[in-house]
């Protein structure tokens, strides 16, 4: 018996069809011997009471610190089978991996099974209970930056849930663009007209709150450190001025879009052309007046989507363009009452209740609208000419305006304000519309920069009662990532994880792989190369162990030899048993789920693949591949999420950075006089779980025409 195991428990469920399915006698001596063994439960569930009872009993009885449980997915039944926090569990998966997808009885389900067990036993004989790291210094204040609404919200509700709120902003007046609106778009009803901004209200709350400290025509200098301890050097008035913050959100907001550029509406030499934020200016100033000659408008017309949803300019909506022509139609019907207004849109998108508005304003008879393209403004005889094609009412029409207003739509601040004192840069890392999301499907506020959030129009083109809403749910964020760095936790997607990356520094060659693919920026380095670890950025996704070719890496619970040990400990048949046998390494995000989900649908597939799962595809290193290959394996598979920002890695860009280093493995497999197709990587939705036989089968298929590794006879 190692010393690592001296106080391991084994405890094998045979509820959930796994007593008819295998012979749990037989996975039962796979302990023996190897471990201080503690329960095989006969006709009970571990999950219920009484298993539970008996589970408690035997930490207590045999004083034990590391469990195994031999059951369901490690994905259910999580409260259930967690313990002292001083005792290690791991979990086999019997129910959905070998119950649900393999045949009943058969050798090769136990067989199956029967590695299950060992590769548990090795990973917890070489894994130990997570320390969790804590920063020495850790404020309970947080850093928000932007005074428009969205910051201003955000501050607010951060300080109204008892924490401290440094709101600093670059102007010397807080509010935003809000301050430039005259009305802004009817939020609640009787949504007929156009209401007051909500600005007024919002910067008397921000007055009352004692836990908000306003800072106005700042500037920061440099933002370093780490999630719990954000050093924040900004320049105030004059004076240079440093704070330590726990977590920081970023509400900067938005600029318009330059339309100078846009053909064929003559923006740049038609002074009669503006955009809808400056025409808005107008109404603030008392009346709307053309710019070429000073007299009052008599015809206005807008033009929607000017530059949006156009793949030259902005592919995407920025959601209020629409309703603020709306809004700017009635102004200029209110100030001039025989006025006409006409809006050429690609589609007027109002959506939910907001449609009311839509609905009243086209009850105003001098308020034209019509679906159409703009092909062209000119000017002739002190007027401009609007030509619109493909119009509802005609193929082509001219219309006669003394006025043009372009709603231009919404691009995020810059990030690079942060000034982030980061190896990996001063800014955030952008989706491909620039703005500094992490992932829009899962992680809304999220960015990758770990304790940073971004809210409102910095993170998505957004009403002023969705950055609103947005305000909010960023702060909690914060305050969420604020909490469980005091714990030593990661935040999402491995929210509580206390693992985090150790170095084994005396091997490390400064070859900075860690340092440029890390997604979220967790190390900074030395001028020489060498990283330096910033454990509480750490998402705990195990990349930068994947990518070191030194295998210096690795986690308490998750480690290069850990996962070693499970491949040696899989029982590799000679090649006359006509048994191959193929290891899949399967993400834990969408791959493992959808193995699940195919064992619940009672889905059949191969009894010749070891899975192993991983925290992310990309953290699987190099070594483990050849140690397989040594081993005899006959292929390798690697699942994991869909790369791209369409669904996206859940660590970002673990999926991309696993077909980048392909060409690395076709080294080793040059190197071992092995076939290419002997390894195959996939990537699957989490839905998709009907796909994993074919998957696995078609890919058996292609591995038996192969034929046998040639390392098995060694």
Same mark, same amino acid.
């Given at each position: 018996?190692?010393?690592?195991?001296k106080?391991?428990?084994?405890f094998?469920?045979t509820?959930?069809?796994?007593?008819?399915c295998v012979?749990?006698?037989?996975?039962?001596?796979?302990?023996?011997?190897? /471990?201080?063994?503690?329960n095989?439960?006969?006709? /009970?569930?571990l999950?219920h009471?009484g298993?539970?009872?008996?589970?408690?009993k035997?930490?207590?009885?045999?004083?034990?610190?590391?469990?195994?449980?031999?059951a369901?997915?490690p994905?259910?039944?999580?409260?259930?089978?967690?313990f002292?926090?001083?005792?290690?569990?791991?979990?086999v998966?019997l129910r959905e991996h070998?119950?649900?997808?393999?045949?009943?009885?058969?050798?090769?389900?136990?067989?199956?099974?029967?590695?299950?067990?060992?590769?548990?036993l090795?990973?917890?004989?070489?894994?130990?209970?997570p320390?969790?790291?804590?920063p020495?210094?850790i404020?309970?204040?947080i850093?928000?930056?932007?005074?428009?609404?969205?910051?201003?919200?955000?501050?607010i509700?951060?300080a109204r849930?008892?924490y401290?709120?440094?709101l600093v902003?670059?102007?010397?007046?807080?509010?935003?663009?809000?301050?430039e609106l005259?009305?802004?778009?009817? %939020?609640?009803p009787?949504?007929s007209?156009?209401?007051?901004?909500?600005?007024?209200?919002?910067?008397e709350s921000?007055?009352?709150q004692?836990?908000?400290?306003?800072?106005?025509?700042t500037?920061?200098?440099?933002?370093?450190?780490?999630?719990?301890?954000f050093?924040?050097?900004?320049?105030?008035a004059?004076?240079?001025?440093?704070?330590?913050?726990?977590?920081?959100?970023?509400?900067?907001?938005?600029?318009?879009?330059?339309?100078?550029?846009?053909?064929p509406?003559?923006?740049?030499?038609?002074?009669?052309?503006i955009?809808s934020?400056?025409?808005?200016?107008m109404?603030g100033?008392?009346?709307?007046?053309?710019?070429?000659?000073?007299?009052?408008?008599?015809? /206005?017309l807008?033009?929607?989507?000017?530059?949006?949803?156009d793949?030259?300019?902005?592919?995407?909506c920025s959601s209020?363009?629409?309703?603020?022509?709306?809004?700017?139609a009635?102004?200029?019907r209110?100030?001039?009452?025989?006025?006409?207004?006409?809006i050429?849109?690609?589609?007027?998108?109002m959506?939910g209740?907001?449609e009311n508005?839509?609905?009243?304003?086209?009850?105003?008879?001098?308020?034209?609208?019509?679906?159409?393209?703009?092909s062209?403004?000119?000017?002739?005889?002190?007027?401009?000419?609007?030509?619109?094609?493909?119009?509802?009412?005609?193929?082509?029409?001219?219309?006669s305006?003394?006025?043009?207003?372009l709603?231009v739509?919404?691009?995020?601040?810059?990030s690079?304000?942060?000034?982030?004192?980061?190896?990996q840069?001063?800014?955030?890392p952008?989706?491909?519309y620039?703005?500094?999301?992490?992932h829009?499907?899962?992680f809304p506020?999220?960015?990758?920069?770990?304790?940073?959030?971004a809210a409102?129009a910095?993170?998505?083109?957004?009403?002023?009662?969705e950055?609103?809403?947005d305000?909010?749910g960023?702060?909690?964020?914060?305050i969420?990532c604020l909490e469980a760095t005091?714990r030593?936790?990661?935040?999402?997607?491995r929210?509580?994880?206390?693992s985090?990356?150790?170095?084994?520094?005396?091997?490390c060659?400064?070859?900075?792989r860690?340092?440029e693919e890390c997604?979220f920026?967790?190390?900074?380095?030395t001028?020489?190369?060498?990283?330096?670890?910033?454990?509480?950025r750490?998402?705990?996704?195990?990349i930068?162990?994947?990518?070191?070719?030194?295998?210096?890496?690795?986690?308490?619970?998750?480690?290069?030899?850990?996962?070693?040990?499970?491949?040696?400990?899989?029982?590799v048949?000679?090649?006359?048993?006509?048994?191959?046998?193929?290891?899949?390494?399967?993400?834990?995000n969408?791959?493992?789920?959808?193995?699940?989900?195919?064992?619940?649908?009672?889905?059949?597939?191969?009894?010749?693949?070891?899975?192993?799962?991983?925290?992310?595809?990309? %953290?699987?290193n190099k070594?483990w591949?050849?140690?397989a290959l %040594?081993?005899?394996?006959?292929?390798i598979?690697?699942?994991?999420?869909?790369?791209g920002?369409d669904?996206?890695?859940?660590?970002? #860009?673990?999926?991309?950075l696993?077909?980048?280093?392909?060409?690395n493995?076709q080294?080793?497999? #040059?190197?071992?006089?092995?076939e290419p197709?002997?390894?195959r990587t996939?990537f699957?939705?989490?839905?998709e779980?009907d796909?994993?036989?074919?998957?696995?089968?078609?890919y058996?298929?292609?591995?038996?025409n192969?034929?046998?590794?040639?390392?098995?006879?060694?």
């Amino acid at each position: 018996m190692s010393e690592e195991m001296k106080n391991t428990g084994v405890f094998i469920c045979t509820s959930c069809g796994i007593k008819n399915c295998v012979d749990t006698s037989a996975l039962a001596k796979i302990a023996e011997g190897s /471990v201080k063994f503690g329960n095989c439960i006969e006709g /009970v569930n571990l999950c219920h009471p009484g298993g539970l009872e008996v589970i408690e009993k035997s930490i207590l009885d045999g004083k034990l610190s590391k469990i195994l449980i031999a059951a369901c997915s490690p994905r259910v039944k999580t409260e259930e089978f967690s313990f002292n926090p001083d005792i290690l569990v791991e979990r086999v998966n019997l129910r959905e991996h070998v119950v649900g997808s393999h045949e009943a009885g058969d050798e090769d389900t136990l067989m199956l099974a029967e590695d299950m067990m060992r590769m548990g036993l090795a990973k917890l004989a070489n894994s130990s209970i997570p320390i969790p790291f804590i920063p020495e210094e850790i404020s309970n204040e947080i850093l928000v930056l932007g005074a428009g609404i969205t910051g201003i919200t955000a501050a607010i509700d951060g300080a109204r849930a008892g924490y401290k709120v440094l709101l600093v902003e670059k102007k010397e007046q807080a509010g935003g663009w809000l301050q430039e609106l005259y009305k802004q778009i009817p %939020s609640s009803p009787p949504w007929s007209k156009p209401q007051n901004p909500v600005l007024g209200q919002a910067l008397e709350s921000l007055k009352k709150q004692e836990n908000i400290s306003l800072y106005t025509g700042t500037e920061i200098l440099e933002i370093s450190g780490q999630p719990g301890a954000f050093w924040v050097r900004m320049n105030h008035a004059g004076q240079e001025k440093s704070v330590l913050v726990g977590a920081i959100v970023l509400a900067t907001g938005w600029e318009p879009y330059d339309p100078s550029g846009l053909e064929p509406f003559g923006y740049s030499n038609q002074p009669d052309v503006i955009t809808s934020l400056e025409l808005e200016l107008m109404a603030g100033n008392g009346g709307f007046n053309r710019p070429s000659n000073g007299k009052p408008v008599k015809n /206005v017309l807008f033009v929607q989507c000017a530059g949006s949803r156009d793949k030259d300019h902005l592919p995407y909506c920025s959601s209020v363009c629409c309703g603020t022509s709306l809004k700017q139609a009635q102004y200029i019907r209110e100030a001039h009452p025989d006025a006409n207004v006409f809006i050429i849109y690609k589609d007027i998108r109002m959506p939910g209740m907001s449609e009311n508005y839509y609905l009243e304003v086209q009850k105003d008879s001098r308020i034209f609208l019509t679906k159409g393209e703009v092909s062209g403004i000119i000017s002739e005889e002190n007027q401009l000419i609007v030509n619109v094609r493909d119009s509802l009412v005609h193929s082509n029409m001219d219309i006669s305006v003394d006025l043009v207003v372009l709603a231009v739509g919404m691009t995020p601040r810059d990030s690079m304000d942060l000034k982030l004192a980061y190896r990996q840069g001063p800014g955030l890392p952008t989706l491909k519309y620039e703005f500094p999301d992490s992932h829009f499907i899962c992680f809304p506020y999220e960015t990758r920069r770990t304790g940073i959030y971004a809210a409102g129009a910095v993170r998505a083109p957004l009403s002023i009662s969705e950055s609103i809403e947005d305000a909010g749910g960023a702060m909690l964020k914060a305050i969420q990532c604020l909490e469980a760095t005091k714990r030593g936790e990661a935040v999402h997607p491995r929210s509580g994880d206390q693992s985090y990356p150790e170095l084994y520094m005396q091997r490390c060659t400064d070859c900075k792989r860690c340092t440029e693919e890390c997604p979220f920026g967790a190390y900074d380095e030395t001028e020489k190369g060498t990283p330096l670890p910033n454990p509480s950025r750490c998402r705990r996704c195990g990349i930068c162990m994947g990518s070191c070719p030194e295998r210096i890496i690795s986690f308490k619970d998750f480690s290069i030899q850990a996962v070693s040990a499970m491949i040696k400990a899989v029982e590799v048949p000679d090649e006359f048993e006509e048994k191959p046998r193929v290891l899949a390494f399967v993400c834990e995000n969408d791959a493992y789920p959808a193995f699940d989900m195919a064992g619940m649908k009672g889905l059949k597939y191969s009894p010749f693949v070891r899975i192993i799962p991983v925290r992310c595809i990309g %953290s699987v290193n190099k070594v483990w591949i050849s140690d397989a290959l %040594s081993r005899g394996f006959d292929g390798i598979m690697q699942i994991g999420c869909k790369p791209g920002d369409d669904y996206q890695c859940h660590f970002i #860009q673990g999926s991309e950075l696993t077909e980048t280093r392909g060409e690395n493995l076709q080294e080793t497999l #040059q190197t071992m006089m092995l076939e290419p197709e002997r390894i195959r990587t996939e990537f699957i939705e989490i839905d998709e779980y009907d796909k994993i036989p074919d998957l696995i089968n078609d890919y058996m298929e292609e591995i038996e025409n192969i034929g046998p590794n040639p390392f098995k006879d060694l």
